[in-house]
């Protein structure tokens, strides 16, 4: 019990917020920063089902794919995982989602005070 309360708090804290805040901006714009090249070496895997069986699974190539995506290069994208046409949305979707509730938290803590 003590701990949720711990936790309550520190969810609801104003410095707390500002810096998921933070966080939440500043990822995007280091996603945008990395070079689309940069995962492409895929000799050493951490997929564990493809260490373990030696065939790719569906999310594999996905980052590289999500990395492309950002990039505007489609092909490329298509051509490493066809799926990330629908995860990449789907984690734009979310992120923003996130962040939105996530202002609103903070804004409505700081008119309080």
Known sequence: MVLMTKLYKLKHNKYFLAAKLIC??????????????????????????TLLTDI???GCGLTRACIRLINLDFVGAWNFNKVSFIVFPILCFLLLQEFIVTSKKFLKLINLK
């Open 56 to 58: 790719e699974c569906y």
């Open 24 to 49: 939440l901006a500043a990822f995007p714009l280091w996603l945008i920063s990395i070079p689309k090249t940069s995962f492409d070496d895929h000799s050493q895997t951490l997929c564990l089902f």
